[in-house]
């Protein structure tokens, strides 16, 4: 009902709008045609303006053609006006000016009616190559008009319209109907009431050409009504862009943003669904390296354990404890490579956690600086360590990620450096707060340098420089988890350098401050031999599917006098626990038939499995395992493979145990040693001597044992001395009497 009243009102209007431009055509005919133009250049203007502006929403390249030439035909309408008789603006043109503007301007709007209907289903990409077609095609009319007039005359004052005229008024029809033509063609492009007011808005452009072409005086009936219609059409072209730009945009507005809405929905699935295999694939990567680690670390738990065993029994001889030396340095080598899989994995799934503990930075950089030398001297290359006096010695830190990023950065230095050296400088940085200051370090080296451009590559993964040489290049990780583990600590990591001239890498970390005697002094204790005189006896329960590390547990505690009860899965667990109540339950994780963590927390849940103290026993090394098996309710955990000390301590902790040890092992760890000689050494056969010099410069631990082996076994006291200091990385003063010996020889 709304609607139909709307539609009369309309109508209503336009009727009365049409009597009175009649009335003031009879009254003043010049005031009626600058009104009728006026209005029309008005929504030749009006088209332009919403079909510009709402170019975006309507999607309609047909009617944003359209928009461009009306704004061209306004500009020659606008002319037209003063160009009328009677306006007296162009006296020297008398009546001829008005129609040949009109035509002028009829020619532009009926072939770009035409030439619009090829964007019906195309998509106009050059507009500003079609606003200056125009602008010079309008100039052209302009200048043929009024500069050198050799536009064709079209009404002869007393006469009327000559055939041009009329010729090209029928002409321009039949150019009308070819853009009707082509327009219903392509009705299946647009809505049907949008090709209403378009095709009705072409039929009314027609019979307005018509119109003009049965009038003789300027001032006639024909005349106006050509005007009235033209009015129409362009109203109805109006209609039609405010149909599409105005009236229905949030029609169109809607329609795509539901479309965007849509292909958004679509995108997120899309990001879910590979979000999704992304986790998956992280999980299947997490529980490979999580079984792989478990796998290797279970045996890797006997081959250490059992080793140690046998090295500290008193009958093995200097021989078999050198063997046994290197079976414990290469286990300890492979578990080295298991932790750095894991520390990668960790890494690129985010979630590397820090752990924060109390550190002497002074003797952890001294440490440090006395490993790498002996890589930098078997080089050729000089070695310094520049600490300022500033910096703080008691910190608390991620000590273990602190010190893989400084020997990561060393090693990287010493391997790609041919001559000079490398220096470390470490020295406080800004105080933050008076609990915390940032330290810095700077690594500088003397080799082939960095160029600018690779500055900030290098530090992604996978990534090595292309002038290395296949022998020296890594795998292209050690850079990015320097850059990881600083930016976890808070810090930030960088290079500077020249091509040629050396590198710098520096980076700075905050740290807590400790107070002084925070750091506790490890007490030196020499091997287990039995608990104390008064250490009255316990009950353990080993829960262990693997045979060997069951036996592994009860050689550890069995010589102490201790109970001992055995089970292979949780359930056995659970029901030993029961009948014989344990002082402490050491409990894998992962067995058959009932895991650790399921027997943890059944026995747990009784008021008397409270008080039972249970350690884990884990192959599994991930932050979310260890929470897990936290939660479970587990005391303590130990991961695999472990030292013979690990355990006893988890006793003297969950059970205050107390245990004696052998103190002429403590007093010979306390004392100090005395430095073997280059005489002690000049008895020894030269190739032997060579053969350690070589593993020594090496810095190759298992050869210099191996090497030390058979020296000692030519002279027991020689070799055991040489194999302490080995094995306290004494290798700056071994080189010095490897040296020495040289030198005594050559003379």
């Not at 316990?538 to 592994?552: A, G, K, T």
């Not at 007093?667 to 056969?685: C, F, H, Q, Y």
Request: neutral net charge.
């Amino acid at each position: 009902m709304t609607l139909n009243r709307t539609k009369y009102g309309a109508c209503l209007f336009w009727l009365v709008a049409f009597a009175v431009l009649y009335g003031v055509s009879r009254f003043n005919y010049p005031l009626f045609h600058a009104i009728a133009d006026s209005f029309a250049i008005f929504i030749a203007i009006g088209i332009w303006v919403l079909v510009w502006y709402s170019r975006r929403y309507m999607d309609d390249d047909y009617l944003l053609y359209l928009g461009i030439a009306f704004l061209f035909f306004a500009s020659l309408d606008f002319v037209h006006i003063f160009a009328v008789k009677g306006m007296n603006l162009f006296p020297q043109y008398r009546t001829n000016l008005g129609p040949q503007l009109y035509i002028a301007s009829r020619y532009l709007l009926s072939l770009s009616l035409v030439v619009a209907s090829l964007f019906i289903n195309r998509r106009l990409r050059w507009v500003s190559v079609v606003f200056a077609a125009y602008s010079l095609v309008t100039a052209l009319l302009f200048l043929s008009i009024f500069y050198w007039r050799n536009f064709p005359v079209c009404h002869v004052e007393g006469v009327g319209l000559t055939t041009f005229k009329v010729a090209s008024d029928y002409l321009i029809c039949l150019v009308l109907l070819i853009a009707l033509a082509r327009l219903l063609t392509n009705r299946r492009s647009f809505d049907a009431r949008l090709l209403r007011l378009l095709a009705a808005s072409i039929i009314l452009s027609i019979a307005t050409g018509l119109s003009f072409t049965l009038y003789t005086d300027g001032w006639g009936i024909m005349n106006a009504v050509g005007h009235f219609f033209q009015i129409i059409s362009f109203y109805l072209i109006y209609l039609a862009v405010i149909e599409t730009g105005l009236t229905r945009p949030q029609d169109i507005i809607f329609r795509k943003l539901q479309e965007s809405n849509r292909q958004l929905e679509e995108a997120v699935t899309t990001a879910n669904m590979l979000a999704e295999q992304a986790e998956k694939a992280n999980r299947a990567k997490s529980v490979f390296l999580a079984n792989m680690s478990h796998e290797l670390r279970t045996p890797l738990n006997a081959v250490l354990g059992f080793s140690q065993l046998m090295k500290d029994d008193t009958g093995v001889t200097a021989e078999q404890r050198g063997n046994l030396d290197i079976i414990t340095r290469s286990g300890e080598h492979l578990l080295n490579l298991i932790n750095n899989v894991l520390d990668i994995s960790k890494i690129e799934s985010g979630r590397v956690e820090l752990e924060e503990s109390s550190l002497d930075l002074h003797q952890m950089v001294h440490d440090i600086k006395s490993l790498m030398a002996v890589r930098a001297t078997g080089k050729g290359l000089s070695f310094a360590l520049e600490q300022s006096p500033d910096l703080p010695r008691q910190i608390a830190v991620d000590g273990g990620k602190l010190r893989q990023v400084l020997i990561n950065l060393i090693g990287n230095a010493i391997k790609f450096t041919t001559s000079g050296g490398v220096v470390i400088r470490a020295m406080a940085g800004k105080q933050e707060d008076p609990g915390q200051v940032r330290v810095c370090f700077e690594v500088e080296d003397s080799g082939p340098g960095i160029r600018p451009e690779e500055r900030e590559r290098i530090f992604h993964p996978f990534v090595q420089l292309g002038e290395q040489a296949s022998a020296e290049a890594g795998t292209g990780l050690g850079l990015a988890i320097c850059r990881q583990y600083v930016g976890l600590m808070g810090g930030e990591i960088g290079v500077t350098g020249e091509p040629g001239r050396g590198s710098i890498f520096h980076f700075e970390i905050p740290v807590t401050l400790l107070i002084s005697g925070a750091i506790p002094a490890a007490p030196r204790r020499g091997r287990v031999v039995g608990p104390a005189e008064d250490e009255p006896s316990r009950r353990f329960l080993i829960v262990e599917d693997q045979p060997e590390n069951r036996l592994l547990l009860r050689k550890l505690l069995e010589p102490f006098g201790n109970e001992l009860r055995e089970a292979v899965n949780g359930v056995e667990a659970v029901a030993i626990w029961k009948e014989w109540h344990p002082d402490l339950i050491f409990m894998d994780i992962r067995m058959p038939v009932m895991d650790g963590l399921e027997a943890t927390r059944r026995i747990k849940a009784t008021d008397t499995g409270a008080k039972t103290r249970i350690i884990a026993i884990t192959a599994h090394t991930l932050e979310e395992e260890r929470r897990e098996i936290q939660a479970a309710g587990c005391d303590d955990f130990i991961r695999k493979p472990y030292r013979d000390r690990e355990v006893y301590d988890a006793l003297m902790r969950h059970l205050g145990m107390r245990f004696r040890y052998d103190e002429e092992k403590v007093a010979t760890a306390l004392k100090k040693e005395p430095a073997v000689t280059a005489d002690e050494l000049s008895g020894i056969p030269l190739d032997l001597a060579v053969d350690l010099s070589k593993a020594v410069e090496l810095l190759n631990g298992p050869l210099i044992l191996d090497v030390v082996r058979r020296i000692g076994e030519r002279d027991h006291d020689l070799g055991e001395r040489l194999r302490r200091m080995a094995e306290d990385l004494r290798y700056i003063e071994l080189l010095g009497v490897l040296d020495g010996l040289a030198e005594r020889r050559g003379a």
